[in-house]
């Protein structure tokens, strides 16, 4: 979709939105509430390093974590939709945070009252800042397409608690946008996509932190306040980037562009968190962080930072992990669970690392179990049909 007709259409769904809820009113009568003790929740934007099962929904989707050993080591041990053996580092802030885990957006499962105490997760495996990133795994979620889903969840909200409770709620809860290794590994680095030709590197960085500096704008507009914006890794040092090398070590180029992408939306992050009203953004830089586990693998008790816990057998690089997969004897001494994503023992680390890092804090509510298990099993949904995914 065309970030320009997105724009429209969000405004004119804003400028309509009183009368949608008078509507909504007029039709359930008593049922609408008028005030909400609501908690703080997590709404999260971003790819497979945090989609929790969007994309085992999308059926034509081809990034897929809907296979064993998916999940083998979370929960009842199936696979959930998490791209790792375990929990993602999402999962793991939160829960040492305090906040609820949110649930795919498309978990048949969900409603408005699941969304009130749990918040949601519209991240989806392959999607990217751009729209045409990652348009070969044919479905997946861009972050337009993840901030119109929450523009329409915000409806929903809005027709159950009214007006002045959703702005208050939305308002309150915590932001995550953690996307852009997408953008190069399965766009600009690939001459199959036009952007590799099309632009420099100059040309487009410029392109995609224009792209993320309006959509970080339009969350503001539907409510978010506090916000963070997490920064890239280290991407050329993921397996897949390292079996395209001859000497197997780090891309280089891969890294450098990660770095330029950090330093860029930094920026961004910063004058936006002083130009907008209310905004509260931070830039949550993880590089450096991922970088040592990766170079120093037994300073943290890992012995393998090179090559994926799950492969399939010597044949590299195998794209994902699938049941004749071979796996490694114990997975938490791996830093990498597949080609492009680390393992549990990997997230949990990490997660721990860039909460003292930045200094999170638990949010002043009723503590929520850290050991939660797998989504819910589905069951009849409350929602309104999903829009077709981008």
């Not at 119109?148 to 995550?176: C, D, H, P």
Request: glycine fraction near 8%.
């Amino acid at each position: 979709m065309c970030e320009c007709n997105l724009v429209h259409k969000l405004n004119m769904k804003l400028n309509n939105l009183a009368l949608v809820v008078v509507l909504a009113g007029t039709i359930l009568g008593n049922g609408i509430i008028r005030g909400c003790d609501c908690k703080i929740v997590q709404f999260i934007f971003g790819d497979s390093l945090s989609d929790v099962g969007n994309n085992k929904r999308l059926n034509r989707s081809l990034a897929q974590a809907s296979l064993p050993w998916y999940g083998i080591d979370f929960g009842n041990g199936l696979p959930n939709g998490r791209f790792t053996n375990g929990r993602t580092v999402a999962d793991i802030i939160g829960d040492n945070t305090g906040l609820p885990r949110p649930p795919a957006f498309l978990d048949p499962s969900l409603t408005p009252e699941i969304i009130l105490e749990n918040g949601a997760n519209y991240a989806s495996g392959g999607g990217g800042i751009l729209n045409e990133t990652g348009q070969y795994f044919i479905q997946r979620f861009s972050l337009y397409k993840q901030i119109e889903l929450f523009q329409g969840t915000q409806e929903l909200i809005e027709a159950k608690i009214g007006n002045s409770a959703a702005q208050k709620f939305f308002q309150e809860a915590r932001y995550v946008v953690a996307l852009g290794s997408n953008d190069f590994i399965n766009n600009y680095l690939m001459p199959v996509y036009s952007d590799s030709w099309t632009y420099n590197d100059d040309t487009f960085m410029d392109y995609l932190i224009g792209t993320l500096r309006d959509q970080l704008k339009l969350l503001h507009g539907l409510g978010a306040r506090e916000l963070m914006v997490f920064g890239l890794g280290p991407m050329g040092c993921i397996p897949l980037q390292r079996v395209l090398t001859t000497s197997g070590n780090c891309r280089e180029k891969a890294n450098k562009l990660a770095l330029s992408f950090n330093k860029a939306t930094s920026k961004v992050v910063d004058e936006l968190g002083q130009q907008l009203p209310g905004a509260k953004y931070v830039f949550g830089d993880a590089y450096d962080v991922v970088y040592d586990v990766i170079s120093n693998p037994m300073k943290y008790g890992f012995q393998n930072a090179d090559s994926p816990c799950c492969s399939f057998w010597n044949i590299r690089p195998a794209l994902t992990c699938v049941p004749a997969s071979k796996l490694c004897k114990d997975r938490s001494k791996y830093v990498f669970w597949d080609e492009y994503h680390p393992t549990d023992s990997a997230n949990e680390l990490i997660a721990n690392e860039l909460i003292k890092k930045f200094g999170f804090t638990r949010v002043d509510q009723t503590i929520h179990n850290n050991n939660a298990p797998s989504p819910a099993p589905a069951s009849v949904s409350d929602l309104a049909p999903v829009p077709s995914p981008q």
